[in-house]
Nanobody, 120 residues
Framework: QIHLEESGGGSVQAGGSLRLACAAS????????MAWFRQAPGQERKGVAS???????AYADVVKGRFTISKDNAKNVLYLQMNNLKSEDTGMYSC??????????????WGQGTQVNVSS
């Protein structure tokens, strides 16, 4: 069982920056991939940035060049550096972990989320 806890959300003006963190704890029988998702008001949750099964990173087109995903394996913390934020980046950002590295129909573990509000 893996527990995920996000932090770092808040309110920022357009053009500003935020860094989200996701602390992972607990035990897993196998390695797992991690990612960030977000859910904007009235919309479904969508992937923002992720580590793939081969260790590479993938970004949604709308955040490429502005967001950077990284992780500190020693501390089991996943980060999302968000620069040049836009109002459309507003939403609930959730951390996810999946031993199948997104190959299944569902994601194994979710955090509670942290809210990001970007004002124009």
């Amino acid at each position: 069982q893996i527990h995920l806890e996000e932090s770092g959300g808040g309110s920022v003006q357009a053009g500003g920056s935020l860094r989200l963190a996701c602390a992972a704890s607990g035990a897993s029988d196998s390695p797992y991939c991690m990612a960030w998702f977000r859910q904007a008001p009235g919309q479904e949750r969508k992937g923002v940035a992720s580590f793939t099964h081969d260790g590479k990173v993938a970004y949604a087109d709308v955040v490429k060049g502005r967001f950077t995903i990284s992780k500190d394996n020693a501390k089991n913390v996943l980060y999302l550096q968000m620069n040049n934020l836009k109002s459309e980046d507003t939403g609930m950002y959730s951390c996810a972990a999946d031993p199948r590295c997104w190959a299944g129909a569902t994601v194994a573990y979710w955090g509670q989320g942290t809210q990001v509000n970007v004002s124009s």
